[in-house]
């Protein structure tokens, strides 16, 4: 999830469509809260880890 909102980000910078550039900065702030999480040993969606 936080690849993926890292990619929409710059194809979001680069094309100029900002819906690209909001939808990819809620996907690595998403990606980063379920990374620190799961880095933490706390459960994520019934895993204990998450990649």
Known sequence: ML???IILL????VTGISILWT???I???IGA???ILGSMGH????RR???
């Not at 710059?10 to 910078?13: A, H, R, S, Y």
């Not at 459960?43 to 019934?46: F, H, L």
């Open 23 to 25: 939808i990819g900065i």
């Open 10 to 13: 710059i194809v979001g910078l």
């Open 27 to 29: 996907l690595v702030v």
């Open 43 to 46: 459960a994520v969606a019934g």
């Open 3 to 5: 690849l993926l909102g």
């Open 49 to 51: 880890h998450y990649w």
């Open 33 to 35: 809260v379920l990374w």
